[in-house]
């Protein structure tokens, strides 16, 4: 089982960036892809990025793509969502989640959820 540990949200100025991280442990890191999803304040979980296992392969939210960058450090065992360009409508809370594919990500049939990073955006 992987234990994921977000952090990095705040509060930023429309127009900023930030950039979150998402430690992980409790299971070899290049095993499995991994991802970011939000949740607004009464909508649902959205998908936001994935990246591969090896980091060949990534994608994006329409509403994300351009703006934010996903990326993986082996050998801190931590992944990286890096917003800039950000908007007040991208305020939520962000949770990192892992998957056997990007694909599965996108889906939602993630295996592990972290507790999630507020980030909320002023304007």
């Known amino acids: 089982q992987v234990q994921l540990v977000e952090s990095g949200g705040g509060l930023v100025q429309a127009g900023g960036s930030l950039r979150l991280s998402c430690a992980a442990s409790g299971r070899t890191f290049s095993l499995y892809a991994m991802g970011w999803f939000r949740q607004a304040p009464g909508k649902e979980r959205e998908f936001v990025a994935a990246i591969s296992k090896v980091g060949g392969v990534t994608i994006y939210a329409d509403a994300v793509k351009g703006r934010f960058t996903i990326s993986r450090d082996y050998a801190k065992s931590t992944l990286y969502l890096q917003m800039n360009s950000l908007k007040p409508e991208d305020t939520a809370v962000y949770y990192c989640?892992?998957?056997?594919?990007?694909?599965?990500?996108?889906?939602?049939?993630?295996?592990?959820w972290g507790q999630g990073t507020l980030v909320t955006v002023s304007s």
């Open positions: 989640t892992t998957a056997s594919s990007t694909s599965t990500i996108r889906a939602g049939a993630v295996d592990a």
